[in-house]
Structure formats: C-alpha cells, structure tokens
C-alpha cells in the first residue's frame, strides 16, 4: 500500500506540495535536508525548518500523518461515509473531540475555491432538513425541532442507452444552507454556482423571479403540486431523499449550526462517486493546500 508507513505519507505530502521543486519560504533557495526523525525540511541556504504539514489542515495537529490518510480514504471511499463515533473506534483514537475535530477539518478541504459552476440544464429546488422523521418517533435529521432550509442544484446529464432511449442522470451537485427561499437568495445561490445562459428547471416557485433568474432560460415545469415536484425534478428530489437518510442513519442527527459543513462532505462525494478512490487523492491534494483551520472556526 502506497501509504503503509508515516514515513511514506510524509514523502507523499512532500512531492504534491513541492512537486515542481522544493522554494524555501524565507530565502526562495531550492535545497534541502531532511530531517526523517522530527518530519522537518531543512533549508541549505539560510537553515530554516519547515514542516511538510505547515499551512494545511494537518498543522499543529498531534495526531499522525498517516492516521489523517486513513481518515480521508474512509472518509471517501466507504459507501455511507463515516461519523466521527466509528472514526474514533476504527482509528483507535483517544477521544470522540479529536475524531470530530480531524472530520471537520476534512470537509473544509473538500471545498476548492477554483471549482467550475453547473452548466447545461440544471434543476433546482430547496427543502427542509430536520424536524420528525417518519418511523423514527419523533427523531429529526437535524438535532432539536429546529428546520434547517437548504437549496441544492444539480446538472440534468443527457444520454442515449444501450437501446437507444434517450435517458437521463445526475451530474454535478451543488448545496447550501439558507435562510429563506426568496428570490433574493435563490438568485445569490444560481450566481455563485450556475454557469449564465444555463437552463434552470423548477417547479415554479415564487422565489424563481425574473430577478433571481436573470441571465438564465427558465423551464417551469408545475406550479403549486409538491405531489408533482418529486416526478418532474426527480433528480434534486433524489439527491435531498439521499441526503435526509444519510445525515439521520450515518450521523444520527446534526446540529444546524454544522450542517453547511456535512453539506460539503456530501456534495464532495456524490460528485465523486463513481471514482472514490480518486476522490480520496482528491482530497488529499485540496486539503494540503488548505489554510489551518482552528477549532473556533470550525464552530463558527
């Protein structure tokens, strides 16, 4: 395995960091020593020490390099994902709080701020998350009795079966957690992660103005039949159902206030699923390149 020993993911982070050659942060110099016994790059020139996790979502962790590998490649590649609960036991970690601290940390590397927006025929629509879950007396998606609203955004792919029927699938999924579905908010969520000229197919609610649509072709296909809805945007319907059951079987719950975060690790791996493996080398190369994120902003 190519990620068997620490030593082989320290070397690993080193080559996908530096590997169009190693530039000293202080003096610029191209030349190092390595230190295997601290984990640390030594510049040649001016001696300053640099760590192959300085500046990603690994820094000032204590937990080992190879045991955040390990959490990425559950993380991407188990069909349910993981919870910081079977996390904590699968890695033998000491506690619950460094699990879900490192899983957190995971999910902020899984958004890139250079990602394409959706383009083509695009179906939008919200939903709630939380509140009593059929069968499950009483017990939210979300914790408590408070209703989180999110609007997703998925590409309609077009494509001719073996047969020769026209068919369709998903594409590319896009979500976020608002706090109202007025035309105002829908037109910031289209703007931010919809190609212009794309087709945008809705149900007709009132918060697809022209306002929120401009720029886009409208394709409305019912007003006011929520019966209706699960049939004409099949694909964003499916994609919230899956979601609903992921959050309550996998997590058992989330509190509101992390939701935007569990939001990314989903549409992280559904835009991946057919490749996990690749999303976890994926992974891996957006989290190296992520800021350190804190504990406090992860709660915030």
Known sequence: MQF??????VQYLIQSRWGDGFSCPRCQHGEYWYLPKRKLLVCRSC?????????????????????????????????????????QRQ????????????????????????????????????????????????RGVTKGSHKSLVVGAVEVVSYVDK????????????LSSVDAADGETIGRFLSANVEPAAVIRSDGWKGYSKTALKGYVHDQR????????????????RVFSNLKTW???????????YLPAYLDEYVFRFNRRQTPMAAF????????????????????
């Not at 068997?4 to 993911?9: F, N, V, Y």
């Not at 879900?100 to 179906?123: A, I, Q, T, Y």
């Not at 989290?287 to 994120?293: E, F, G, L, P, W």
């Open 4 to 9: 068997a020993t620490e030593e082989a993911c």
């Open 47 to 87: 001696r300053k020490e640099t760590s192959p996790t300085a500046g990603t979502l690994m820094h000032r962790s204590h937990v080992p390099i190879q045991e955040w590998f390990w959490a990425a490649y559950l993380v991407t590649t188990l069909t349910p994902g993981i919870s910081a609960l079977q996390l």
């Open 91 to 138: 890695l033998g970690l000491g506690s619950y709080r460094t699990a879900w601290f490192m899983l957190n940390r995971l999910r902020k590397g899984m958004v890139s701020d250079s990602r394409s927006r959706l383009c083509g025929v695009v179906e939008a629509d919200e939903t709630f998350i939380g509140g009593p879950v059929e069968g499950k007396r009483g």
């Open 163 to 174: 047969k020769g029927n026209a068919c369709e699938r998903a594409g590319r999924l896009r």
């Open 222 to 237: 019912i007003v006011g039949s929520p019966e209706l809805a699960h049939v004409v945007a099949v694909h964003i319907h």
């Open 247 to 257: 959050l309550a079987g996998t997590h058992h719950g989330v509190d509101p206030a």
């Open 281 to 300: 080398q994926t992974l891996l190369g957006i989290a190296s390149n992520k800021d350190h994120v804190s504990l406090v902003q992860l709660r915030s």
